[in-house]
């Protein structure tokens, strides 16, 4: 198993440009979750996803938009970059079941917006 | 709101000796679950242990253990036999059960002196 995939590994990107990160899993995970961190704060929930074609929202939603149409992708759409959102954005999945409930993660994307 | 607090950002130790990184919580819920996740410099989250709030015994893995006091909402990681390749940022995290959103502390870097 590949686990949970993230591409691009780094993007700098121009205020107000759009772009979208990919995330995508193999272990037919239900939840799956987009983070963002940011230096001294610890790991910060952008959106998750409890299942294919449902989603909400996390603690900083602002300026980001999700979608699952599948169980296995999860991508992760900027629609206006600005410089507020430079910070390392990690994708996680879980199996959701209580038994199981840790999360994995891709290795992460670095984003930059000038 | 549940929130994670490490009062370290950061700590040493010697190689071979032992360490313990703290880490307390604030939830209403009575079921949840406590996991501490090392970050190494290529920024790959890896889970170390988790413990199951309705658990009264410690977890432990290999050099890996905790100190889980319910009543007084502390999770604090014990690492024995310390070595350089346990040098990494570690965050604690909650989730409560059947949830899908990690809240995480603000991390502990911990160097390892040789």
């Known amino acids: 198993n590949a686990g949970v995939t993230q591409t691009p590994k780094f993007q700098v990107l121009k205020t107000g440009q759009s772009m979208t990160l990919q995330c995508a899993q193999d272990?037919?995970?239900?939840?799956m979750s987009w983070y963002r961190q940011d230096p001294g704060m610890g790991l910060r929930l952008i959106h998750y996803?409890?299942?294919?074609?449902?989603?909400d929202q996390g603690e900083v939603p602002n300026g980001y938009n999700v979608s699952r149409s599948t169980t296995e992708d999860f991508p992760l759409r900027l629609l206006s970059a600005a410089p507020s959102q430079t910070s390392v954005y990690f994708c996680?999945?879980?199996?959701?079941?209580?038994?199981?409930?840790?999360?994995?993660f891709g290795p992460g994307t670095r984003l930059t917006v000038l | 709101a549940q929130t994670v607090t490490q009062s370290q950002p950061e700590m040493s130790v010697q190689e071979a000796e032992t360490v313990t990184l703290s880490c307390t919580y604030d939830?209403?819920?009575?079921?949840?679950?406590l996991f501490w996740y090392k970050q190494p410099p290529s920024r790959q989250m890896i889970l170390v242990i988790r413990?199951?709030?309705?658990?009264?015994q410690n977890a432990t893995e290999n050099r890996f253990s905790v100190n889980f006091q319910k009543a007084a909402k502390s999770f604090s990681l014990k690492i024995s036999d310390s070595q350089l390749g346990d040098a990494a940022m570690y965050f604690c995290?909650?989730?409560?059960?059947?949830?899908?959103?990690?809240?995480f502390g603000a991390g502990t870097i911990l160097r390892v002196k040789s």
């Open positions: 996680a999945s879980s199996p959701g079941t209580r038994s199981r409930n840790e999360q994995f």
């Open positions: 272990m037919n995970h239900e939840y």
């Open positions: 996803s409890v299942g294919a074609g449902i989603t």
């Open positions: 939830t209403s819920e009575s079921d949840y679950y």
């Open positions: 413990q199951e709030a309705y658990k009264q």
């Open positions: 995290a909650y989730n409560f059960w059947g949830g899908n959103k990690l809240v």
